[in-house]
Nanobody
Framework: QVQLVESGGGLVQPGGSLRLSCAAS????????MGWYRQTPGNQRALVAA???????NYADSVKGRFTISRDNAKNTVYLQMNSLKPEDTAVYYC???????????????WGQGTQVTVST
């Protein structure tokens, strides 16, 4: 069984910063990619940022230059540093990991429970 546990969401004023963390645990063999998605009511979940085991990254255009994704492979943890936050960044943020676990014949996606980020005065 694999679990992704997120932390770090909350309420912040425009221009402020937040740091999200997501730790993967369980019978993990190898994590190929970790990332963050976000979703607002009535919209599909969309990629914010992702990072591979080799630390290659990609970002949504809307967050480039403001958000930074990083990863601690030894801790199976991914971070999202969010700076210069805007009201339009308000969403539920979900952690994602594409990994292979013990006893599973193929790699698959796993998701965290989601953490609310609200940017408002």
């Amino acid at each position: 069984q694999v679990q992704l546990v997120e932390s770090g969401g909350g309420l912040v004023q425009p221009g402020g910063s937040l740091r999200l963390s997501c730790a993967a645990s369980g019978s993990i063999v190898s994590i190929y990619r970790m990332g963050w998605y976000r979703q607002t009511p009535g919209n599909q979940r969309a990629l914010v940022a992702a990072i591979t085991g080799g630390r290659s990254t990609n970002y949504a255009d809307s967050v480039k230059g403001r958000f930074t994704i990083s990863r601690d492979n030894a801790k199976n943890t991914v971070y999202l540093q969010m700076n210069s936050l805007k009201p339009e960044d308000t969403a539920v943020y979900y952690c994602n990991a594409y990994l292979n676990s013990v006893g599973d014949g193929r790699s698959r996606d796993y998701w965290g429970q989601g953490t609310q980020v609200t940017v408002s005065t």
